[in-house]
């Protein structure tokens, strides 16, 4: 998608090694977000950033750390990867007005083994 | 609390035929309203958002979304549906905090 990256764009890792996964936007938008997307459960938010060094977490961040150095760089952090983290994840970007819905990126499958 | 809601997880419609996906929305305030499309092994792409205005939002590939205040639905439609509109549909709702909420999708496939 236009504007958003994700890297990798797949990745395998074993159980207890810590996984990064990186978005990066050339749009200058405010807010980014990682989710996560399993079946059944549709998509569910991590963390979220509304700023450099501005970030909150989701409803599942149990696990996950983020952070935001500068404007057009999220970085989701899988501490010590579990099998349970196995999913396909997605960064979201979106500018401040209400107006305005996501951009998606690509997404990252991560299979943890 | 803000939540959204797709009442069906899968619906078939045979090509040509009329198509509609469901939605419902529970929100404080006005709501800003959303639908994506996700193609396998693809990002979720934006189809339409209803902010104001008129009822009936027009989008991307040819479909619509109808508005309704009272019923807090949100439901998506096309009048005549292709085999390439296969795919995995979410509707959400932006909160006044700039949260987007998600409804767990609805599998649409298209029968030839």
């Known amino acids: 998608d236009a504007g958003i990256t994700q890297s990798p764009r797949h990745k395998v890792t074993e159980t207890g090694t810590p996984v990064t996964l990186r978005c990066h936007q050339t749009?200058?938008?405010?807010?980014m977000y990682w989710y996560r997307q399993d079946p059944g459960h549709g998509l569910r938010l991590i963390h979220y950033?509304?700023?450099?060094?501005?970030?909150d977490k989701g409803e599942v961040s149990d696990g996950y750390s983020v952070s935001r150095s500068k404007t057009e760089d999220f970085l989701l952090t899988l501490e010590s990867a579990t099998s349970s983290q196995t999913s396909v994840y997605f960064c979201?970007?979106?500018?401040?007005?209400?107006?305005?819905?996501?951009?998606f990126g690509s997404g990252t499958r991560l299979t943890v083994v | 609390a803000q939540s959204v809601a797709q009442p069906e997880d899968q619906v078939n419609v045979a090509e040509g035929n009329p198509l509609t996906v469901k939605c419902t929305y529970s929100?404080?305030?006005?709501?800003?309203l959303f639908w994506y499309v996700q193609y396998p092994n693809r990002g979720l792409q934006f189809l339409l958002k209803?902010?104001?205005?008129?009822?009936l939002v027009k989008g991307s590939y040819g479909f619509e979304a109808e508005f309704n205040k009272s019923q807090t639905s949100f439901h998506l439609k096309k009048p005549s549906a292709l085999v390439s509109d296969s795919a995995l549909y979410f509707c959400?709702?932006?909160?006044?905090?700039?949260?987007?909420?998600f409804g767990t999708g609805t599998s649409l496939t298209v029968i030839p």
């Open positions: 929100v404080s305030g006005n709501p800003y």
């Open positions: 749009e200058n938008h405010r807010y």
């Open positions: 950033s509304y700023g450099v060094k501005d970030t």
């Open positions: 959400a709702v932006r909160d006044k905090g700039n949260q987007f909420y």
């Open positions: 209803y902010i104001t205005g008129d009822n």
């Open positions: 979201a970007i979106s500018a401040a007005e209400r107006v305005y819905g996501y951009t």
